[in-house]
Structure formats: structure tokens, C-alpha cells
């Protein structure tokens, strides 16, 4: 709460400035500290929604917050006005509180939308929301955010093993440490047992794939992206999901004309490459970075991946832009898929006649990979009566209603994936639709990026997101590791049998000491 740069929006009330974020509506006093007004938490609004609101009116009793809905899958923006009037009664009183501990400083939209659902319709629990106290200023580089996520999660463990336990961790799924069964539940019961949910309705191969190394589901996704590289078919090889090192090189070197779409530098390819596959280097609590998959991966980047700045062109097709042509048709790009709609956007015209597939490894049977935006854990140390109502409010963050109001990631509940790419469709059809009304031709049209679009390719990204074969997901202790004795590796310092017997032993320390991997 210390860093006013944290609130989106700050607006000023009979000389009382305000500020807004996904706890409440707060007071800023003459020392610039801030002091709370409204908890958004004793509300029935959606808090992420709330948060890109301002303050129009304030009194002790009375809030007016004006918010934006940034929905990416309509082209138009929609306002809504919230009046926030004191209560004669607490409409939850008697309630037995479920705390939900926020691993970020923020919800996203569906994670608000859950909490709003749940404390509306449950009648024996309330959850109340509080947020990691990261306190970031805007300037951290990597290694500095991954400190302060490490010092909350140690806080975590700290508080979970003093028995001054959150019931329900979200977002937590980036923080390795916690993956250990003297902190959190192993979910699989959870999902698999006659509470459970229907795996068929949820895309299961990135909840399997987000398993830890012991087996355990200590953190299921929520939501999430999906990296890979987008190619023909004809391109690529028919009926493949990856590539192995050898045939990645000729693909980059037949196809691309010896330009690797993927533009990471050596190391950040490497670590990338270990991060997919990096339950496979752990098991049961034993580090095996010594193998020749890891050696053969290096000793690939190393000899085929140069460190060059992008220019202007590589930073542009990083992203997806809605209108222009399709970058894809220059020829087969890395990307990541944040919402549905991004791939609809840009395979509109061309999506039979191309695939999504993994970056390369040793067997190349490697596809896409999935990065976790939100996630949920139960604690492990709760009362089982708390595990069951923690269950009950994860169940209704899985439910189809909440997951099709995600705005910030790819829906694990797949009616609610394929609702969100339908509506782009039909959004897309529409302005298409209203352009040749307007006496535009197709020609024109397909200049910027604009096609009449077959319902089928909602099918095809369902596909993309069951194509999933890892969660991209590395300890930031160990990646850190690696960063650190890769680097002689890579400037020929030191070979890569000693490199790979050294970070084998330094992780492995880690591990003993966490016990868990």
C-alpha cells in the first residue's frame, strides 16, 4: 500500500483525493499515506472491474465509481456506474470466513468474478480477500521481482507452518517451494473424487501437465497462455507437434531462409527449453540435470542460437495486432496466445492450413506449451471441513459462468474457450459484415486483416489449446542456477559435463533443503 504508482486511477472529492485498486477505494491523506474507504471486499462488485474505475462522488456512507470494461473480444468499450450505499445489516453475518490469499497485488477479472459469485450465493461461507505485500515500484528487473515473490512465499510458508494459515492460495503457481504436502493439498483427490468436476469439460492436459514432480496437483490452472511457434503444415511436417534439435535446424534453415523465428537470445532459449520440460529433470526429490537431454539441448543453442538484438520488425510480429495482414503469411513466427481471440485475429483466412508447435527438444515430441496466469491451492494444514469449502470456491472459479468472463488468459473450462472464441468471431464477421455494406470490397477488406470467418476455426483453437503437452514452469531458484553457470558454458569457459555435474549439485542442495522440488 505504499506506493501510490500501484492505484490505476486517483481522482480528487471535495478536496479528498482517492484512489482505487483491487481491494478498495482508498483516502490519500496530506503525507501522501493512504487510508482505507471502502473495502471492495464487503461489496457484491467485481473488484478487478471496480479497480480501473474512478471515484466520481464520496461520502462516509456513499460511493459513486465510474469503470471501464475492457473486454478484447468487442471492438467498443462499455461503462458502468457503481452506487455503493452502507448497508442497514451485514448480509453475511454468521458466516464462517474463508480467507483467499492473493499471490499478487491484484484479481483478474474471472478470480473477482468467482469471489463475487461465491460470498452471493453461499450461504455458510464468506471469502475475504488480502493480497502479497509486494510493493513494487515499476523498476524491478526480473531477478529483483522473483526476489520479493520468494520473500512473500517464505512468509507463506512461515505463516502456514505457525498455523496462521490462508484456506485458499491464488496464483501461487510461478513459486515452486510451495509445492510440497507439509503446505499445500494435493488436488487430484479434489478433482477426481464425487465432489469433483468432469475432466472432459476442462482441457485435462494442462491440468495433468501442471503436476508437480511427485505426481501431486498442488496448484491447479485457472487460466492461462500458450507459447509455440505457428507454421504451415506443409511447412512443418503433417501430424507433428514439435521438432527435434536436428529438425529444427533444417526448418530454420529450408523454411526460414536461416532466420530462427524464435528470437531469444542463446540462454533465454536454453532456460525456456528447460522450463517446458522441467518436471523431467526432477523426481521423488532427486535433481538430474546431468543427462544427455540437457547436454543436447545446450550444446544446440549454443552452436545454432545467436545472441542479436531484434529490430523493429521481430518486436512487431512478438505481437498481434488486430487489423493488417497476417504476419504468419511471411512465415512461421513464435507467439504466445493470451485470449482465444488472439489466434482467431491472426489465422483468420489461412487457420486449415497451419498448426502451433513446441519448440525443439531432444525426442520432438515437445508441442505448445502452457504459462500459468492464475491458479489455485488449498492449504494443507486447514481443518478438512475448510479444505471442503476451499474446494467449493475453486469449484465455482472452474464453473463455465465465471470462466466466460475471463479477460486476461485462455479459459482452462472449455465451453467457456470456445464461447470466448465465437464471440470474436462474430464480432469480427460483424465489422466485416459492416465494411462491405459500406461498399468496401473483400480485396480491400483483406488488405487489413479483415475476412468473413468460417465457425470452424473455433474448433481449431480448441485443438491448439489440446495440443498442449508442459506447463512452462522453472523454480526461479533454479532458473536462476542455471542463468549463473550457463554463462561459462556459452563463452567456452568451461565444458558441459562440468556445467551440468555443477548445477545438478547446487539445485539438488536446494532441494534438500526445501524437500521438496
Do not use: C, H
Given at each position: 500500500m505504499e506506493n501510490l504508482g500501484s492505484y490505476r486511477f486517483m481522482t480528487e472529492?471535495?478536496?479528498?483525493?482517492?484512489a482505487v485498486d483491487s481491494e478498495g477505494i482508498w483516502k490519500i491523506n496530506s503525507k501522501l499515506e493512504v487510508e482505507p474507504a471502502i473495502s471492495l471486499s464487503n461489496t457484491y462488485i467485481n473488484a478487478n472491474y471496480a479497480s480501473t474505475g474512478t471515484v466520481a462522488y464520496y461520502k462516509d456512507d456513499m460511493a459513486i465509481l465510474f469503470a471501464n470494461d475492457q473486454d478484447y473480444s468487442i471492438t467498443l468499450p462499455q461503462y458502468t456506474v457503481y452506487i455503493l450505499t452502507k448497508?442497514?445489516?451485514?448480509?453475511?453475518?454468521?458466516?464462517?470466513?474463508?480467507?483467499?490469499?492473493?499471490?499478487?497485488?491484484?484479481?483478474?477479472?474471472?478470480?473477482?468474478?468467482?469471489?463475487?459469485?461465491?460470498?452471493?450465493?453461499?450461504?455458510?461461507?464468506?471469502a475475504r480477500v488480502s493480497f502479497a505485500d509486494l510493493n513494487y515500484s515499476g523498476y524491478e528487473d526480473?531477478?529483483?521481482?522473483?526476489?520479493?515473490?520468494?520473500?512473500?512465499?517464505?512468509?507463506?510458508?512461515?505463516?502456514i507452518m505457525s498455523g496462521n494459515s490462508p484456506d485458499v492460495i491464488l496464483d501461487g503457481a510461478s513459486v515452486k517451494q510451495l509445492n510440497n504436502p507439509e503446505f499445500l493439498t494435493n488436488l487430484s483427490g479434489y478433482v477426481d473424487g464425487n465432489s469433483g468436476i468432469d475432466k472432459s469439460k476442462y482441457f485435462s492436459n494442462i491440468i495433468d501437465n501442471a503436476k508437480a514432480s511427485d505426481g501431486s496437483l498442488y496448484q491447479l490452472p485457472v487460466t492461462y497462455s500458450i507459447g509455440g511457434i505457428l507454421a504451415y503444415k506443409s511447412d512443418a511436417g503433417e501430424g507433428k507437434t514439435g521438432f527435434t534439435v536436428d529438425e529444427y535446424n533444417q526448418f530454420v534453415k529450408q523454411i526460414c531462409n536461416g532466420k530462427n523465428p524464435v528470437s531469444l537470445s542463446k540462454m533465454d532459449f536454453f532456460v525456456d527449453c528447460i522450463a517446458r520440460g522441467?518436471?523431467?529433470?526432477?523426481a521423488?526429490?532427486?535433481?538430474?540435470?546431468?543427462?544427455?537431454?540437457?547436454?543436447?539441448?545446450?550444446?544446440?543453442?549454443?552452436?545454432?542460437?545467436?545472441?542479436q538484438p531484434k529490430t523493429d520488425e521481430d518486436k512487431a510480429s512478438d505481437y498481434v495486432v488486430f487489423g493488417g495482414e497476417n504476419p504468419i503469411k511471411d512465415g512461421p513466427i513464435d507467439t504466445i496466445i493470451n485470449r482465444p481471440e488472439d489466434i482467431i485475429y491472426q489465422a483468420s483466412d489461412i487457420h486449415k492450413s497451419f498448426g502451433m508447435y513446441g519448440y525443439p527438444s531432444v525426442t520432438g515430441k515437445d508441442g505448445p506449451t502452457a504459462y500459468v496466469t492464475s491458479s489455485a491451492a488449498i492449504s494443507a494444514v486447514i481443518s478438512e471441513e475448510m479444505k471442503i469449502a476451499s474446494w467449493e470456491f475453486i469449484k465455482t472459479m472452474l464453473s463455465e459462468d465465471v470462466q466466460k468472463k475471463e479477460q486476461d488468459g485462455n479459459p482452462i473450462n472449455i465451453s467457456a474457450y470456445t464461447y470466448k472464441a465465437q464471440k470474436a468471431v462474430d464480432t469480427m464477421n460483424a465489422s466485416y459484415d459492416s465494411?462491405?455494406?459500406?461498399?468496401?470490397?473483400?480485396?480491400?477488406?483483406?488488405?487489413?486483416?479483415?475476412?468473413?470467418i468460417d465457425d470452424s476455426i473455433t474448433d481449431y483453437v480448441?485443438?491448439?489449446?489440446?495440443?498442449?503437452?508442459?506447463?512452462n514452469s522453472i523454480d526461479t531458484s533454479v532458473e536462476k542456477i542455471i542463468y549463473e553457470e550457463m554463462g561459462a558454458y556459452f563463452a567456452g569457459q568451461k565444458d558441459i559435463d562440468t556445467i551440468a555435474r555443477i548445477i545438478n549439485n547446487r539445485v539438488q542442495t536446494v532441494v534438500n533443503e526445501r524437500g521438496a522440488a
Open positions: 472529492q471535495n478536496g479528498q483525493s482517492m448497508a442497514d445489516k451485514n448480509p453475511n453475518a454468521g458466516k464462517t470466513i474463508l480467507d483467499v490469499y492473493v499471490m499478487s497485488d491484484k484479481l483478474s477479472y474471472s478470480e473477482a468474478e468467482a469471489i463475487v459469485q461465491f460470498n452471493s450465493t453461499n450461504p455458510d461461507y464468506f526480473a531477478e529483483e521481482k522473483n526476489e520479493k515473490i520468494n520473500n512473500v512465499a517464505n512468509q507463506l510458508i512461515t505463516d522441467y518436471v523431467d529433470y526432477m521423488e526429490g532427486k535433481v538430474n540435470f546431468d543427462t544427455p537431454e540437457f547436454k543436447a539441448l545446450a550444446e544446440y543453442a549454443n552452436r545454432y542460437i545467436f545472441d465494411n462491405i455494406k459500406t461498399g468496401m470490397e473483400e480485396a480491400e477488406l483483406a488488405q487489413i486483416g479483415l475476412y468473413r480448441v485443438d491448439i489449446a489440446k495440443s498442449v503437452t508442459s506447463v
